[in-house]
């Protein structure tokens, strides 16, 4: 299984981007999706989360500003980011715990994309 993330740049304060992120492999089902980001010198933070389901969450400092959606027929999950602020600067990696099927069972975990850099800068 594989996670791969497009879509960041470089933006004015204000600005929007959207971020895509698509898993591929031998893929049975995938429970939570989401973004997380990582600025320099930081710890790394959820940025949103998204269930099967539809449910969402979303950190405070995005909350009003980012909407996280996924399209399940196609394993891709979307982070639309609104009103950018300078802050908002990371490498945004987004993460699915994907269930795969091997040997007659399901595994479930944990996969990583490549990350992908947004700069909010004027």
């Known amino acids: 299984v594989q996670l791969q993330a497009s879509g960041g740049g470089l933006v004015q304060p204000g600005g929007s981007l959207r971020l895509s992120c698509v898993a591929s492999?031998?893929?049975?089902?995938?429970?939570?999706m989401g973004w997380y980001r990582q600025a320099p010198g930081k710890q790394r933070e959820l940025v949103a989360v998204?269930?099967?389901?539809?449910?969402?969450n979303y950190a405070d400092s995005v909350r009003g500003r980012f909407t996280i959606s996924r399209d399940n027929a196609k394993n891709t999950v979307y982070l639309q980011m609104d009103s950018l602020k300078p802050e908002d600067t990371a490498v945004y990696l987004c993460n699915a715990d994907v269930v795969t099927p091997w040997a007659g069972s399901l595994f479930s975990r944990a996969y990583w994309g490549q990350g992908t850099l947004v700069t909010v800068s004027s």
């Open positions: 492999g031998v893929i049975s089902s995938i429970d939570d």
């Open positions: 998204i269930t099967s389901g539809g449910t969402t």
